[in-house]
């Protein structure tokens, strides 16, 4: 857990838990954010705090580039990664398993012509974020049920993806009357 100088002399060994999607366990109507290739700890963590915040009720990495207890994830999270259902898989296999258990999925792109203030969030759902760099895959472009934007005012076309994924989960929230 300590990754620094002065640690202490402490030292411990211990197996990260290892979740699958069948291990969710999910109300009738969940509220999910996924996440496509995450590569950056900072922005795992950082997404992990808004689910906390907004009591989703998992985290779904597909296909990650960083290791979900990489040190700066937990640090991040503020030890959110431990209290939230986090699940890595690969694509293809979250596309099957939300179709197989009717959760809506909601890919945002700069490219999308509907507001992510336009659709509707009161069932099951899931918020599709890709990285900053690329975006989303094509291959969960096409898969989503909608596609989605934040409007941007400014000269750039996007903001950070830890910053659009509160944006849109708290528009979930609201539409579901604060709670999940």
């Not at 705090?49 to 991040?76: E, F, G, H, K, S």
């Not at 507001?115 to 094509?138: C, Q, R």
Request: charged letters at 20%.
């Amino acid at each position: 857990m300590a990754y620094r100088e002065g640690s202490d002399g402490i030292l411990a060994l211990a197996r990260p838990p290892r979740r699958a999607l069948t291990d969710l366990k999910l109300p009738p109507s969940p509220l999910l954010i996924i996440l496509e290739a995450v590569e950056k700890p900072g922005n795992l963590g950082a997404v992990l705090r808004t689910a906390d915040a907004a009591r989703v009720d998992a985290v779904i990495v597909c296909d990650p580039r960083t290791d979900l207890y990489n040190p700066n994830v937990i640090r991040a999270s503020i030890g959110c990664v431990f209290t939230n259902q986090v699940v890595a898989a690969p694509t293809a296999e979250v596309v099957a398993w939300l179709r197989q258990h009717g959760i809506r999925s909601f890919a945002t792109t700069p490219a999308a012509s509907d507001l992510y203030t336009n659709m509707d969030f009161s069932g099951p759902s899931a918020i599709v974020m890709g990285t900053e760099a690329t975006g989303l895959s094509d291959e969960w472009l096409a898969a989503a049920d909608a596609q989605i934007k934040i409007p941007m005012a400014g000269y750039i076309d996007s903001l950070n993806v830890s910053t659009c994924t509160a944006i849109m989960t708290f528009e979930a929230v609201r539409q579901r009357g604060g709670q999940n």
